[in-house]
């Protein structure tokens, strides 16, 4: 017999608000948990945003975590990137990973992350940003295909599963390239 374990959505009140210090170790966790059997991960994912946070392209202000009832249950970060065309090299922003606990997918609090992210990021006056992802999950917040503009991952990935979005008007004229990832990634 299957015992079912309710949780009460009820009176959740989600909080996005900058990660602090003493959240580490619960993103940390919060990040394996919400990949650890998604089909499309590595399982290495929590490992990615240690490395993140303590590399020279972390962005403390664009790491945000998502909270119910003072519980860190979601987390989002940006990383500095560049896009390479030759010798024209274009700042911008790597965004992911993006985790939600379990228990809290599928409920719109990587929505939420997302969103605030973007808008932070583009209160910075960042200019672009990409992401590798699902292709039916990333264009509604704005993501086109990188494709269209001619900026390109260093890698083979699925079609449409590489998005691209400019921050502030104009921001991806006369960009194209190949997209260069902080070292960490290991791309």
């Known amino acids: 017999m299957k015992i079912w374990n309710f949780i009460d959505y009820s009176n ?21 948990l919400a990949f650890k059997n998604m089909p499309y991960a590595d399982g290495n994912e929590h490992i990615l945003v240690k490395n993140l946070s303590m590399s020279d392209d972390f ?10 009832n003072g519980k860190v249950i ?10 390479i065309d030759n010798d024209f090299v274009h700042d911008c922003l ?3 990973p993006v985790s939600v606990h379990p228990d809290f997918q599928n409920m719109g609090i990587g929505s939420k992350l997302v969103r605030e ?11 672009i940003v990409h992401v590798l992802g699902h292709p039916e999950y ?3 917040f704005g993501f086109k295909n990188a494709g269209e503009y ?11 599963a590489f998005m ?4 502030q008007d104009g921001g991806l004229q006369g960009v194209s390239g190949t997209v260069e990832y902080a070292k960490e990634f290991g791309i």
């Open 138 to 140: 990333y264009p509604r």
């Open 164 to 167: 691209v979005m400019e921050l």
């Open 94 to 96: 790597t965004l992911g």
């Open 150 to 160: 001619g900026i390109r991952m260093p890698f083979a990935v699925p079609e449409g």
């Open 74 to 83: 979601g987390h989002i970060m940006f990383s500095n990137s560049q896009i």
């Open 12 to 32: 959740m009140e989600i909080k996005i608000r900058k990660e602090e210090v003493r959240d580490y170790d619960t993103v940390i966790n919060v990040t394996e």
């Open 117 to 127: 992210g973007l808008k932070i990021a583009k209160e910075m006056n960042y200019r």
């Open 59 to 68: 962005i403390p202000q664009l790491s945000l975590v998502a909270e119910n």
